[in-house]
Structure formats: C-alpha cells, structure tokens
C-alpha cells in the first residue's frame, strides 16, 4: 500500500527556513522517485522538487533552486524538503507524491501520484 504523510509545515517570516517531512510506507519509499509538490489558492499545482530511488539524482522548479534541498534518509523511509530563504510566494500546501516511471521528465507535476494530506506553509512578508 502507498501511504504518505507530510508534516513540518508552519507560518514562518520571509528568510526563515522549514524542514518538511514525507514519511512513507515501504512500497512508496520504493518509488522510482518521490516528489514534492505545492498548491497555492486559486493556483495550479506546481512542481518543487524530486529525488530518485537511488538517492543521487535531484529535481528543482527554477523558484526554489539554491533555496531548496531534497534529500532521503533510507533508514527511516522519510524524503525531506529543507527550505530556505522562503519568500512569501512560496506560501502554498505542500504535499509529497511518487511516481512509478523512469522514463520523461521529473518536473512534470502530473507523473506524482498518491499524494498525501499535505502540510501547509505560509511565509509571511
């Protein structure tokens, strides 16, 4: 079964740093890669960041390059989203998903299924 849960999200000031969580069941941890993705009110859903399987190959939207970390700790089946210098626009629900294919590209939101209840995060100016 593919079970995921987000947690670490919070309301935190413009520059500040969060560490989200996805903790996964074995079988979602065992995804080809997991991914995180966020939603904004009366926006679209938008690619933030994956990493594979193997733990060495990473994905970032072009708004959170050199702000956001991706990493994995294979002990405990968590994928962790590290965020710093958040900006007010990065204010969304963050939800974290996995997708089955290797093959075509990684920022496409749409490959990410199964996705959590999500954790909210809001930055405020």
């Known amino acids: 079964q593919v079970q995921l849960v987000e947690s670490g999200g919070g309301l935190v000031q413009a520059g500040d740093s969060l560490r989200l969580s996805c903790a996964a069941s074995r079988r979602a941890f065992n995804s080809v890669a997991i991914g995180w993705i966020r939603q904004s009110q009366g926006k679209e859903r938008e690619f933030v960041a994956a990493?594979?399987?193997?733990?060495?190959?990473?994905y970032y939207a072009d708004s959170v390059k050199g702000r956001f970390a991706v990493s994995r700790d294979d002990v405990n089946n968590t994928v962790f989203l590290q965020m710093n210098s958040l900006k007010p626009e990065d204010t969304a629900v963050y939800y974290c998903?996995?997708?089955?294919?290797?093959?075509?590209?990684?920022?496409?939101?749409?490959?990410?299924?199964?996705r959590g209840r999500g954790t909210q995060v809001t930055v405020s100016p």
């Open positions: 990493i594979t399987r193997n733990g060495v190959n990473k």
């Open positions: 998903g996995v997708t089955q294919y290797e093959s075509g590209n990684y920022s496409y939101v749409g490959r990410y299924i199964n």
